[in-house]
């Protein structure tokens, strides 16, 4: 008979989980990812422990952040998934999540965590609990040979006479930089885009980006005025990027993605990755437009609390 239990883990029970993903897997890369959500996310109010006949058997967590609840892992035991009722499982961890005290909107994403622990992170259809799918595109452009080109920090949009500039950004351009996101809503993620949700997206670019050696954080500023951005780590994997929307199609979101790629070839970075949600098709296009390729796609689920 399996148990949840919510709440906050004791500290033995975090090392025993951490001892046993060590015992899985020896990918350094995907381990680290691991390591950060050990280190940053056990432990909230949304974790939900699984215990079989009285033994651990597995996690499900995410982070909190203001009345978002975004699912950043799931994991089971190997030895208790023969036992295991995916559908029974993800009818009570959706019901404990959607019941956690202030949440509004849940964002599940379970696709990088089967990369390590395989079946250990089970999928279910969570449409049957009242969740939103949206499929989700990964595009890579390969960078190798790549040619970098001495440009103008001055550009002339090909489409219209608009001039605008592309520079680097500070901490000081991040207000400008939420006043851009505040008035857009990126195709597909209509259940969990709030002012909330971006506060948590600037801030994981302001710590995991702009705070970083050798990473690309770019702006295009049209009469010194900041109308779009670019913000990608140092592994080359692109953060966010947005134009204003009064005016996107102008060629500016072309121009930042041309100087990022430029820089991160420089810079010996192999390739870069980045993720769009599918329906988001004027972004697909320009990703396309300059150099990516897709190369995979998952499923996100999405939860909005109905008024």
């Not at 909230?44 to 892992?73: P, Q, R, W």
């Amino acid at each position: 008979m399996f148990e949840f239990r919510t709440g906050q883990p004791e500290e033995h029970i975090i090392t025993a989980l951490w001892d046993k993903i060590c015992s899985l897997t020896n990918n350094t890369q995907l381990m680290g990812d691991v390591q950060a959500w050990f280190r940053e996310d056990v432990g909230n109010d949304g974790a939900v422990v699984l215990y079989k006949n009285g033994e651990l058997a597995g996690v499900c967590s995410g982070v909190m952040h203001k009345h978002h609840f975004t699912s950043v892992i799931v994991f089971v035991f190997p030895e208790y998934l023969p036992d295991l009722d995916v559908k029974l499982f993800y009818e009570k961890i959706t019901e404990i999540w959607t019941n956690l005290p202030g949440v509004e909107r849940i964002m599940a994403e379970f696709e990088s965590w089967r990369k390590i622990f395989g079946p250990s992170c089970p999928e279910y259809d969570l449409s049957e609990f009242g969740f939103n799918r949206h499929t989700r595109l990964l595009m890579q452009a390969d960078l190798t040979g790549y040619q970098t080109e001495k440009k103008a920090r001055r550009y002339s949009s090909d489409k219209t006479d608009l001039l605008f500039e592309i520079k680097p950004l500070t901490k000081e351009h991040f207000p400008r930089v939420r006043k851009i996101l505040s008035g857009i809503v990126e195709p597909g993620l209509e259940d969990v885009w709030d002012e909330a949700f971006i506060d948590y997206n600037i801030e994981k670019c302001l710590t995991d980006v702009a705070e970083t050696e050798n990473s690309v954080c770019k702006g295009a500023f049209v009469k010194g005025e900041l109308q779009g951005f670019l913000f990608v780590d140092p592994q080359g994997f692109v953060r966010y990027t947005a134009v204003s929307k009064k005016i996107a199609g102008k060629g500016i979101g072309t121009a930042l993605m041309k100087t990022g790629l430029d820089k991160l070839a420089a810079l010996g970075v192999s390739n870069s990755k980045l993720i769009v949600t599918e329906v988001n098709k004027p972004a697909v296009r320009l990703y396309e437009k300059t150099g990516f390729k897709e190369i995979g796609r998952y499923s996100v689920w999405t939860w909005h609390k109905k008024s």
